[in-house]
């Protein structure tokens, strides 16, 4: 019993498994979701159509008198007789089968013939209603053939006859070596028949029931479709931010989600379009301000110069120096603007060749030492004993190192100290340069990378630099499939590069 239990268990089980696939594959296309609507209404339809139709049976009800059965049971009795007198031989049991008819015809009045003849046509033996005493039996012969020739038979018998016409009927007979004819004839009685028909309602209730139910059940998939169009022309008219809401899980929700994805990437592609215009816009704003400081001084103190307004020659080699120094640092920014320029060009490639981090963090710190001390900075390093080779561009990347320990150097802050660790970790190499700042803010971190930035946001004092070091730092370590992120804790601000081995 329990197997049995266990049997019918997973057999409701796997039936519920079919049922759910079926289910899932009609929800997720609507050729099956059509095609079962179809069905399910056309069967419903056709049900309907079959359960309404006795209800108008009556209304199509016809009745036929039918002579065909009275012609049958004449057409047997007579061959019945025949065959009776041809097993004994003789004529007297048809004899007395006319005897028989006579006495029925007495107390019925029944008008069924019967006729005896010879070869020649006389009359033998006949019932009571019979006046002829010769009968012509080409005549009778043709009689016969002609209603069997005028109706429709089926096994020799008319399958139905409605006209009421005298039928007859003859037999040959061979008794005692003699010829006979035995002929019976009368009029049939009918027998009336009633017959429905459908007629059309039924059809027609079937056929608007079916279109009723066709249109309701498909009426949600047409609505979507609308939904769907609307959202469309709502898109095409501008409004990107309009979603269409998805339903099901069919080709038109797939094509929701579609729609959807192309409006939030156009919308993208248009924030960023005016994000680049903006920036394009900030960048020559920005670039006209910081050009114009520096030439603005070098253009007024060389025209003191010019108009020999100093006083002293310690006053003259003082303007002279401070012009030299602001065209400098004009050189500096323009030069920033031509590499960042160059390494936003989606065409500019490296020039990769094995180096070693240890080497070429060492060489630019020890350059950079003499800086340090003027400013009171101490390198401090963390370096693997073993050293640490990759494939890189190294005149880039020696800029970006260059840019951090720089800023390090003029913005560090406390006792002076800056960290520069080198490490491999997470099959990326890590580098980490580390200074005391002052404090710094969640966007003002993320705000770090960003061309012109500087933390005050000041475009005074140029001689705080550019502002491009750092976007330029992050495009060459991008441009090496790396990345760089900065981040502030416990009063300390940490640069960290993250380089990917080659492969």
Not at 110 to 139: A, F, R
Not at 447 to 460: G, H, I, N, W
Request: glycine share 4%; charged share 25%; with cysteine.
């Amino acid at each position: 019993m329990k197997r049995i239990f266990k049997l019918f268990f997973k057999l409701v089980g796997l039936i519920t498994h079919i049922g759910e696939k079926i289910k899932n594959n009609i929800q997720r296309s609507i050729r099956m979701q059509l095609f079962t609507t179809f069905i399910l209404c056309a069967l419903g339809s056709f049900f309907v159509s079959r359960a309404v139709l006795p209800l108008f049976e009556n209304i199509n009800e016809s009745a036929i008198v039918d002579y065909s059965f009275s012609m049958r049971v004449m057409y047997f009795q007579a061959h019945d007789i025949a065959e009776l007198a041809i097993q004994e031989n003789s004529v007297d049991s048809i004899r007395q089968s006319i005897s028989q008819e006579n006495e029925k015809m007495e107390n019925h009045q029944n008008t069924l013939k019967m006729i005896v003849t010879d070869e020649d046509g006389e009359v033998l033996y006949k019932t009571k209603q019979v006046k002829e005493e010769h009968i012509d039996l080409h005549e009778e012969i043709r009689n016969a053939m002609s209603f069997t020739m005028n109706q429709l038979f089926e096994k020799g018998f008319p399958s139905m006859v409605t006209s009421r016409e005298e039928f007859s009927t003859l037999v040959p007979l061979t008794l005692q070596d003699k010829k006979y004819y035995f002929i019976v004839s009368g009029l049939p009685q009918g027998e009336v028949i009633t017959s429905t028909s459908e007629g059309p309602i039924p059809f027609f209730i079937g056929v608007i029931l079916f279109i009723l139910s066709f249109f309701y059940i498909t009426k949600r998939k047409m609505t979507q479709i609308e939904s769907l169009a609307e959202g469309v022309m709502e898109i095409a008219k501008g409004d990107l931010a309009y979603r269409i809401e998805k339903k099901g899980q069919d080709e038109i929700a797939l094509l929701t989600d579609n729609i959807n994805q192309m409006a939030e990437e156009i919308m993208s592609s248009i924030e960023m379009e005016r994000k680049v215009e903006q920036q394009k816009n900030d960048l020559i704003t920005n670039v006209s301000h910081d050009l114009r400081t520096p030439l603005t001084s070098i253009m007024g103190y060389l025209r003191l110069l010019r108009e020999e307004k100093y006083e002293t020659k310690e006053q003259y080699d003082e303007y002279l120096k401070i012009a030299f120094s602001k065209s400098e640092q004009l050189k500096n920014l323009i030069d920033d603007l031509f590499d960042y320029t160059k390494l936003m060009n989606d065409k500019n490639t490296l020039v990769r060749q094995q180096v070693c981090l240890n080497e070429l963090l060492d060489q630019l710190m020890e350059e950079l030492v003499p800086l340090a001390e003027q400013k009171q900075r101490l390198f401090i390093k963390h370096f693997p004993e073993h050293r640490i080779f990759t494939a890189l561009d190294s005149e880039k990347m020696f800029r970006v190192f260059d840019n951090l320990l720089i800023n390090a150097i003029n913005y560090s802050a406390g006792d002076g100290k800056i960290l520069v660790s080198l490490e491999e970790q997470d099959n990326l190499i890590r580098i980490c340069v580390a200074n005391e700042s002052d404090a710094f803010t969640a966007e003002e971190l993320n705000s770090l990378f960003e061309r012109f930035y500087k933390k005050d946001q000041s475009r005074t004092n140029v001689t705080e630099g550019s502002g491009l070091g750092l976007a330029i730092a992050k495009s060459i370590v991008e441009l090496h499939g790396g990345t760089i992120h900065a981040k502030y804790k416990n009063e300390t601000l940490y640069f960290i590069i993250s380089l990917p081995f080659p492969s």
